[in-house]
């Protein structure tokens, strides 16, 4: 099959090329680099059966060729980018979204959307199911992430109902790994780049709200199933397995040996308070499930931040600056 990724050098876009690649593939990757970076694709340029275009899916898109499947993966995905970066999250979730149904129509593709656990918001539900319809604060701060995607699945679904197009729809909980932007200001990262530098580690409110995390390997395993053998209903792939961010901070102080002290900082506004999946769709109907156990997913993505100690990836972060119109 040929394939075309967006996001193609982002987190999990990059290591999706792989997996394509790997199965005897032909990929064709779409970055426009907001959020994702080069060097993610870097062992990928001289494959002849990998192509790369630099564009913004947000806008009008063509690509040559046949496809055969339109995966579209391009959005900021953690809360820091995609609080500053929010008109790009919102349009790439709608308009990149209805650009690239239009392109997997056009080639007669079969269209994934790479969709979140976000859509549950602060779930009132736990573990969440396919069906809960969520909790979701139309207009507060994580509204552009979350609106976005939910948009983006209501869209698939009619391009799906209306237009007949073959679609599936993957809720992607926590995920972490290799190629992570050390940061991004997501838990795992900051945690861990934070114990490396000996920086304090930054529990935000009283650490006991939970999220559930999932390898990017396991990830991946089950968006390549879904994507060849799953069905238009969106469907859960995450790691069932919970922890406190209490929990997740000492175990990456173990696991790291780090003589970094625990802080606490404010919770952030809306913060969802717990997220585990309810993983029995994905078992049942893809025989998928996790393998990697957060203590060795943490200590291979532990590894692989090391190798990075020292380079400008590792350095803090600087905000982007806001639009002198922006709201204080
Ligand atoms: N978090 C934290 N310290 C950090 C970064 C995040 O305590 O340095 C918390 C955050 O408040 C949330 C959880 O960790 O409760 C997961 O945050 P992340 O940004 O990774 O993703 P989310 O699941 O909220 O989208």
């Known amino acids: 099959m040929r394939i075309l990724i967006t996001g193609a050098a982002g987190f999990l876009g990059s290591h999706l090329c792989d997996r394509f690649l790997a199965e005897g593939h032909d990929v064709v990757g779409l970055d426009n680099f907001v959020t994702g970076h080069p060097d993610n694709i870097a062992h990928l340029i001289g494959n002849d059966r990998f192509q790369f275009i630099r564009h913004d899916i947000s806008t009008n898109t063509y690509v040559e060729g046949p ?13 820091i980018d ?19 149904l239009g392109l997997a129509r056009a080639k007669g593709a079969r269209f994934f959307l790479a969709s979140t656990s976000e859509v549950y918001g602060d779930p009132l539900v736990h573990p969440q199911k396919e069906e809960y319809w969520g909790n979701v604060n139309p207009v507060g701060p994580r509204s552009v992430y979350d609106e976005a995607k939910r948009f983006g699945e209501a869209i698939t679904m009619a391009y799906h109902t209306w237009h007949g197009l073959d679609t599936r729809i993957v809720r992607i909980f926590n995920t972490y790994g290799p190629r992570m932007r050390p940061r991004d200001g997501r838990v795992v990262s ?23 995390f999932c390898y990017a390997s396991d990830e991946v395993d089950g968006i390549y199933k879904l994507f060849m053998n799953g069905d238009s209903n969106p469907t859960n792939i995450g790691n069932p397995d919970e922890y406190t961010v209490k929990q997740l901070a000492e175990l990456v102080v173990e696991l790291t040996g780090t003589r ?9 506004k809306d913060d969802p308070k717990v997220r585990k999946p309810d993983i029995t769709r994905a078992r049942t109907m893809l025989g998928w499930e996790p393998k990697v156990h957060v203590r060795d997913g943490l200590a291979r993505t ?14 803090p972060r600087t905000p982007r600056p806001r639009p002198a119109s922006a709201a204080r």
């Open 260 to 268: 970094a002290p625990i802080v606490y900082e404010p919770l952030p």
């Open 190 to 212: 900051n945690f861990i780049v934070q114990a490396l530098s000996n920086e304090p580690i930054t529990i935000y409110g009283d650490g006991s709200q939970t999220r559930s």
């Open 67 to 79: 496809l055969d499947g339109v995966l579209h993966f391009a959005s900021p995905a953690s809360p």
């Open 302 to 315: 532990i590894e692989y931040f090391k190798q990075h100690v020292g380079t400008p990836m590792m350095a």
């Open 82 to 100: 995609y609080l500053e970066l929010p008109i790009e999250t919102l349009k790439v979730g709608s308009l990149g979204t209805h650009n690239a």
